[in-house]
Structures are given as C-alpha cells and as structure tokens.
C-alpha cells in the first residue's frame, strides 16, 4: 500500500480557506476511499471527510458545519479538501488516509493548518 502525502497546509487567517491535497500513486487509487482526520494537540484524531470509491461522501458534521468539501480526481490521483470560514477550532495536523478495496489502510505523514485570528 502505497502511503498519501498530504498538502496545502499552513497557517490561513481566521474567515480564511485553504485547499488541502491528498495525493497517492498506484492505479487502484480511483477504487480507494479516501478520507481525513485530524488532531488537534493532545486530543484524539477526529474524522473529518470521506469520499468514497463511488464518490459518495460523509462529513463529521460537527467538524465540518457545512464549511468543507471533499472532492477527488482521479486521473490525477488527488484527493481534495477544501476548508472555508476557518475557525481557531480547525488548528489542526490533518491526515489523510486511502483504505483499499481489500482493506488496507495508509496514513499519510500530515500537513499542518494553523488558523490565526
């Protein structure tokens, strides 16, 4: 299983949105979920996203509160996460992760989004 990498991170004023990209070689990336979490220093990774093989697509609704959008190309092998009205809240490392027809899952290193006000 080959390992995402994320990117697009950095730090983004508040009200702010970034696009973070989840990018991964192989030909069987088009039938991976895809998704992101992320943690916030000392808590729990938290599910954000979740774009499916089939393009179906879930929010932790609470994270999310109608202000992200997860979208995938798959003739460039990219996952995308687009994160607008950013909120103090959203400091986080996100991760993404492709989980495979058969059930293996790979995490990627994590890109930073640092959220001033």
């Known amino acids: 299983q080959v390992q995402p990498v994320e990117s697009g991170g950095g730090l983004v004023q508040a009200g702010g949105s970034v696009r973070l990209s989840c990018a991964a070689s192989?030909?069987?990336?088009?039938?991976?979920?895809v998704g992101w979490f992320r943690q916030a220093p000392g808590n729990e990774r938290e599910f954000v996203a979740l774009?499916?093989?089939?393009?179906?697509?879930?929010y932790n609704e609470d994270a999310a509160k109608g202000r992200f959008a997860i979208s995938r190309d798959n003739a460039k092998n990219t996952v995308y996460l687009e994160m607008s009205d950013l909120k103090a809240g959203d400091t986080a490392t996100y991760y993404c992760?492709?989980?495979?027809?058969?059930?293996?899952?790979?995490w990627g290193q994590g890109t930073q989004v640092t959220v001033s006000s």
């Open positions: 192989g030909r069987t990336f088009s039938s991976a979920g």
């Open positions: 774009i499916r093989s089939d393009g179906s697509l879930q």
């Open positions: 992760y492709l989980r495979s027809e058969d059930g293996v899952t790979s």
